[in-house]
């Protein structure tokens, strides 16, 4: 069952701005799941490809995540032109984050055996417990497993209800990628969110962890109907990712099959979860599908 997981976090002195990078997180992640199965933490630190989890960046409020020092610009996208607001996170941070800031950390699941195993975590997880970030210590204050209606991206949904809620008639498809979004073309990277791409990466995705397989031969009759994008980079002391943030907006065009539109937007639906493109078990390719009405 896909599920998208919100853990709060305190981290109990500043945290450097080093220990925010994709393969930090990715690491305290498998600490997490070390707690209750470290059969299952060494498995998925060894799965190749289309893993079963992705991770956001650590998410802050403006008004507090800095307090202990000067403001300094932060890497996030203002509103498109025309839109009300960015759904665009937070995906480095130029300085430490402030002792007992207030921290939210998305998990999110693909696979149901995965969940399953880990519900001991969730169920029996210390929260008096420390868990290490750099040189400092974090503590969970609580895990939002729940649809919340302020919090977006909390939400959960079996692969059979995600296909059968999934419109026949809907031929209007809108993503927001949120942080910066890369995909594989060959030996090479390409920051361009083609259709060929980003269906191609949810239905690899979609056909690994659920029994109803997907294949996307409906790509011809999708076509780019709005674009508001830009690339970004991140970067660390090990590499440089180039990707695209901002929103696309989609159409099935001319005689397309109901079934087909179904699946279009069941995979637009599925994004939520997997994410899209590169080095999202590392905080990238987090994707929204934007309802457009």
């Not at 933490?41 to 000067?70: C, G, I, M, W």
């Not at 060959?186 to 990466?201: K, L, Q």
Request: with cysteine; proline share 6%.
């Amino acid at each position: 069952m896909p599920h998208s997981l919100i853990l709060n976090l305190r981290p109990v002195a500043p945290i450097p701005s080093q220990f925010f990078t994709g393969r930090h997180l990715h690491a305290l992640f498998l600490n997490l799941v070390s707690a209750a199965d470290s059969d299952l933490s060494a498995y998925l630190h060894d799965q190749s490809n289309e893993k079963a989890f992705t991770l956001s960046p650590f998410q802050v409020s403006r008004k507090e995540a800095y307090k202990t020092s000067a403001p300094q610009p932060q890497k996030r996208v203002l509103p498109p032109a025309g839109r009300t607001s960015s759904h665009t996170l937070q995906w480095e941070h130029n300085q430490a984050i402030g002792e007992n800031t207030a921290i939210w950390w998305r998990i999110s699941l693909l696979d149901d055996g995965l969940f399953d195993r880990l519900t001991q975590l969730w169920q029996q997880l210390n929260f008096d417990r420390p868990w290490h970030l750099g040189p400092t210590d974090l503590y969970i204050t609580n895990i939002l497993s729940e649809p919340q209606s302020n919090q977006p991206w909390v939400n959960f949904c079996s692969y059979a209800e995600l296909f059968d809620r999934a419109s026949d008639t809907n031929r209007q498809i809108a993503f927001s990628f949120c942080t910066p979004t890369n995909f594989r073309q060959g030996v090479y990277d390409s920051a361009m969110p083609t259709r060929e791409s980003i269906f191609g990466s949810l239905a690899n995705r979609w056909n690994k962890y659920s029994n109803r397989a997907i294949e996307p031969t409906f790509i011809e009759a999708i076509f780019p109907s709005f674009f508001d994008i830009r690339t970004e980079v991140c970067t660390d002391s090990r590499s440089k990712f180039i990707g695209c943030v901002g929103e696309v907006s989609y159409r099935s065009m001319g005689d397309v099959d109901p079934v087909a539109i179904k699946q279009i937007n069941c995979l637009a639906d599925f994004a939520l979860y997997s994410g899209v493109g590169r080095k999202t078990p590392m905080g990238m390719g987090m994707t929204r599908r934007l309802h457009i009405f």
